[in-house]
């Protein structure tokens, strides 16, 4: 599969190679420098022909024996929005949709990492690099883009401007999939503070949930100089004797509040009923990953689960987002040939997410702010928060939204960005 990229102002050049990824790779071979590259996507149509023809050639599994999703996502919803995806999506626009926007690549610890970087009008607006998880991508915060670089015209302050940088994590997206061991959330963190400061930036604030909140919190155990805060939508906030309970499946203990109940309740079945996918990509990414490469079918059922399991749409993910964003993200990780790479991410981490123990937060030394969304996987309770985070100054919970925050609302989600990072910039200078 080849990729047409403007690696460098003014020259074209084109590259053919297995896939995105590896695209990406050999032209950063040619560029062990430290400079960042204007980046363009092209798919070659072939490529997209091949999906259709493989949508078409499906071999379906028997219809489920229940009649909820107790046994995994329901056959007729995959069927439907596959059979939209082999005849009606056009990938064409996702492509043209990321292109508008000023993409980039540079090379990192020998991988290239692809990114987006919009700058605000605001001279003196808080640069902040986000995140994004799995199963996410950069189109995660594409709809939060414009809240943040021009807030007036979205109902905020002139003064609340960010200027915003988004990364593919390695082995995600069209940034480069790493060949050699290490590339968990800390060596990534480190990364991410090379990135902003090869983009000029002497501050700024980092923004996660999911992967992204694992890699934003090792990036506060790092502090590195010119990091001012951290914000997370999906914290790390559990006490490690509740974490142990829950993983034994055990009842909830006496003596906790009802927020704390829920949040242990709400943990207690996400390990104990959907969190099969989680120990695979953990343990075995190698094995999933023969299926995520080569049925598109497979990786969208993979995928789409989870966009309907996590987000605040009952179960209904299309409540939230259309056919079409979510079909842009299932196809950005077939085109890129990352159903593997992306499932490493988990190996490579194989820690809790959810435990602040396993995360070391109490190690945290910089300001954490927290925003809490209904849907989440678990509400983070404020008195957990509180202890796991010595450093919070900030805890909001929010009135909708799920686990895909910046995604299912993005001025929401812009909102408690501006609100979160306004003391920061009081302290620091930046526009408030």
Do not use: C
């Not at 995806?85 to 508008?100: F, H, I, P, V």
């Not at 502090?223 to 559990?238: D, Q, R, S």
């Not at 509740?242 to 242990?264: F, H, Q, V, W």
């Amino acid at each position: 599969m080849g990729f047409t990229m403007l690696v460098a102002a003014g020259h074209m050049r084109t590259a053919h190679a297995a896939d995105a990824a590896s695209t990406a790779s050999a032209i950063g071979s040619a560029h062990s420098d430290e400079s960042i590259r204007p980046y363009r996507i092209y798919v070659p149509q072939a490529q997209l022909d091949d999906l259709k023809r493989r949508i078409a050639q499906t071999r379906w599994p028997d219809v489920e024996t229940v009649k909820d999703d107790s046994q995994g996502i329901q056959l007729a919803k995959v069927q439907a929005l596959v059979r939209y995806w082999g005849t009606d999506y056009d990938w064409r626009k996702a492509e043209a949709q990321l292109n508008a926007l000023p993409e980039f690549v540079t090379t990192i610890d020998g991988v290239d990492i692809q990114f987006i970087h919009v700058r605000s009008r605001n001279p003196n607006a808080l640069p902040v690099i986000l995140t994004h998880g799995w199963p996410g991508s950069t189109f995660e915060f594409i709809k939060a883009i414009g809240p943040l670089t021009d807030p007036e015209a979205y109902g905020g302050r002139a003064e609340d401007a960010f200027d915003v940088v988004i990364p593919s994590i390695p082995g995600y997206g069209f940034s480069g999939r790493p060949t050699d061991l290490g590339w968990g959330p800390d060596r990534t963190a480190r990364a991410w503070d090379v990135l902003m400061k090869r983009l000029g930036y002497r501050q700024y604030v980092s923004q996660g949930g999911d992967h992204g909140s694992v890699i934003s919190d090792a990036l506060a155990r790092q502090a590195p100089n010119g990091l001012l805060a951290i914000h997370l939508n999906m914290p790390a906030t559990v006490p490690g004797d509740l974490m142990k309970s829950i993983n034994s499946g055990d009842p909830a203990p006496a003596g906790l509040t009802p927020a704390e109940r829920d949040a242990y309740d709400s943990l207690s079945t996400f390990f104990g009923r959907n969190a099969a996918y989680g120990a695979m990509m953990v343990t075995r990414p190698q094995t999933i990953g023969y299926s995520l490469a080569d049925s598109p079918s497979g990786m969208a059922a993979w995928m789409v689960e989870k966009f309907a399991q996590w987000s605040d749409s009952g179960g209904d993910p299309e409540r939230v987002l259309t056919k079409d964003e979510m079909l842009n993200d299932v196809t950005l990780y077939w085109l890129t040939n990352t159903g593997a790479s992306s499932s490493r991410f988990y190996w490579e981490n194989n820690n809790n997410n959810f435990s602040s123990a396993a995360q070391k937060t109490t190690d945290i030394k910089i300001p954490v702010a927290i925003s809490v969304f209904p849907h989440e996987i678990y509400r983070a309770p404020k008195s957990w928060s509180e202890r796991a985070y010595p450093t919070l100054y900030y805890y909001h919970q929010v009135a909708k939204g799920g686990h895909f925050a910046a995604w299912e609302q993005p001025q929401l989600f812009a909102e408690e960005l501006r609100a979160a990072f306004r003391p920061v910039r009081r302290q620091f200078g930046h526009g408030a």
